[in-house]
């Protein structure tokens, strides 16, 4: 399936402004509610942080996508690089609250990378109708509008991240 | 690499023509080297036909070229622009898409429209054309041209833009 947009960048703090404008464009043309709108704006600017701080050495300035897909009931936003992953970092220059963050306001996460090694994080926002979780996991409790984090197998025993109400599977 | 000329904005305006002609702003074999996303002040916006194209590509040209410094009146001319691009490129478009490529600096800028069909970026130009105001693409841009695409992809257009008259 040939996604709606994609954008290409270098990992720089300030292209996150751009794909913020551009997800502005984008909530535009598809009539996204302003508080849904809010969320994905948020949520995407914090895994594009996370790629401009985390995916790449300092002073390194690799690539950064953000792609978006619209179907009849979700807006599926993925943003990817092809840094080191995603695992613990104990010197993180930031609060930790990156993928906690998006966890809460996503409708699901999934973490992991691509066929060719790109690391993902694969954000799903229900658009219109319920705004309630995805998350159908046996044994997982549900939070209501909050999403589930989950990580593809390649992420699998990388360590955990921590969620309010997410999970990392 | 050949270069099909497809005219300029003024063709009195020889001078900021041949300050163009100098090394383009993306070198193609820069662009090459860079692998599969764009350094410093560019990006590479890959958009279906439908209703994104408009909003999201003038908003990305918008805000390089705002970073870049550029004065209201040439940011205003460039989304002009990029709504006659949005509005045609997909009537001539080899598939889905249309890729945009952006590279904003201080003084001049390019816009590269990839995904074209053979004689597509020809049509898109030709079909840039306002009653009373002209060919809006030809009036903004410096410079107009078609260079073959990489990879054996379908021809490039091509556009240069000054940060001032």
Partial sequence: ?169 | MTTESLGHADPADQLQQEALAGPTVTDPDEREREGPAPAGNRARVRLLDGPLAAPVLGRVVSMMLARADWPLDRLDAAMLMCDALSAHAFAHAGGASVTFNIDAGEHEAELRVLGLTDNGANGLVKDAMLPVVGNVIERIAERVSVEPGMHGEGPELVLALRARY
């Fill in chain 1, 1 to 169: 399936m040939t996604p709606d947009m994609e954008l290409a960048l270098s990992a720089r703090a300030e292209n996150i402004a751009v794909v913020r404008y551009a997800l502005g464009g984008l909530g535009e043309a598809f009539a996204v509610p302003e508080p849904k709108l809010s969320d994905i704006r948020l949520a995407v600017t914090e895994a594009c942080a996370n790629v401009v701080v985390h995916a790449y050495p300092d002073g390194h300035y690799g690539p950064m996508e953000v792609v978006a897909s619209k179907d009849e009931e979700a807006l599926t936003v993925l943003v990817r690089d092809w840094g080191r992953g995603i695992g613990p970092r104990p010197d993180s220059p930031g609060l930790g609250l990156g993928l906690s963050l998006i966890a809460a306001l996503a409708d699901s996460v999934q973490l992991g990378h691509d066929d060719i090694e790109h690391t993902e994080v694969r954000m799903t926002f229900l658009l219109g109708g319920s705004q309630t979780s995805t998350n159908t996991l046996p044994g997982t409790s549900t939070v209501p509008g909050t999403g589930a984090l989950q990580s593809s197998g390649a992420l699998q025993g990388t360590g955990s991240l921590p969620g309010p109400g997410g999970r990392l599977t």
